[in-house]
């Protein structure tokens, strides 16, 4: 078990308005705050989004399925922020909900907002972390400087 | 993409009990601790609640459409905390589970605890906010003090 | 309404490995570093793990319903801890994805990670609590210090 430590630094409260692209924003925005670790909380909606669920089956390297989403689905997520090979790297899982149909996943390339996602950036000082294409897994994995053997 | 810049600040563990009202009970938590603006992180079940779960078609304004959950399902849950027009306003969104069945979406009006909601109630300071009308969704939306172009 | 009042301690992001317990290993993990009280953040997938999906009817004591879940699941899920009869005590809640089929409940005994499981664990100090169990419900509560009557 890899881990680090450290303690939490600024909070920001980040408002991505209808039509924006989730993604790119709060990328832009983590770019722009030079937030190197940290978190993101965030509820909302989106007009249509990507979602990888989970694999066909649960093999290495994994081959990921996606489901398009669209029509207007309210999210609930989480990611963590370290830096990557060009620049801050997210993780983005969330669960999105239409009517009485409900899905977990990871959001991927593209998520418009439908009327705003209110996002929590939080974020971390004294954590040694990268994230990098990892080769036993086949997916980008977060490598951090302590081991709890 | 507005935003505002903050730090932590108090953070509380609150308990909520079988029968009360989860919503009721949590602003009114907010309110009695003076808490300007923050997140609510919470977990738990409810014997039941409304949950807003999309609308029929990503128009602006929105048609809201709601879900009555009742029988006992699990949460898990994320909310925002700024300033509104009269005392705090909560944005608060949660997915629910009973079974098979699962949904994703706002909870609004009334959420009755079944045995316990636990919630993490995390204050922040500095941060420069309003939740107010907005008229061109037809929602309410944080205001902040500052804008990433 | 019982709580009970802190500040954020140490944060720690931690990556619990393809085939590890993420339940076993996190808690490992909170006891190892000595954390009393705090949250967890995580998202990732699981190979298999067990949801408790609410009760069958909502009476007290509970009868808790358990759905199996295989094949790789994504999950997004956030825990409370707090000091228990015998070491730290976690409370973890899930969401959890595959394909169109979403799960949410209470993530209990074994959880296998698939690939990776990201976990943000933040300590928080100051807090008075125990999680003991409660007669009157039957199952284990946290127990605070305060009371917003």
Redesign the interface.
């Known amino acids: ?8 630094g ?9 039509g ?1 692209d989730f993604i790119r ?1 709060i990328e ?2 983590v770019a ?2 030079n937030i190197q ?1 940290g ?1 993101v ?1 965030f ?3 989106v ?1 249509n989004a990507t ?5 066909k ?2 093999v ?1 390297p ?1 081959a990921p ?1 996606a ?1 398009e989403i ?11 922020i ?1 830096p990557g090979v060009e620049g801050p790297s997210l ?16 959001l991927r390339e593209k998520a418009e907002v ?3 996602i ?1 996002a ?1 950036v ?1 974020e ?1 000082v004294g ?1 040694s ?1 990268r994230r990098l294409p990892d080769e036993a ?1 086949g ?1 980008n ?2 490598v ?1 400087d302590r081991v ?1 053997p």
């Open positions: 078990m890899q881990y680090s430590e450290g303690q939490v600024r909070v920001f409260s980040v408002r991505i308005d209808d924006e924003e832009r925005f722009a705050m670790s978190m909380h509820l909302g909606a007009r979602l990888v669920t989970g694999p089956d649960a290495i994994p399925r489901e669209f029509g207007g689905w309210e999210l609930l997520g989480f990611a963590t370290y993780h983005i899982h969330s669960a999105a909900g239409k009517g009485i149909r409900s899905l977990t996943g990871c439908y009327l705003v209110e929590v939080m971390f954590i972390a897994t997916v994995l977060p951090f709890l």
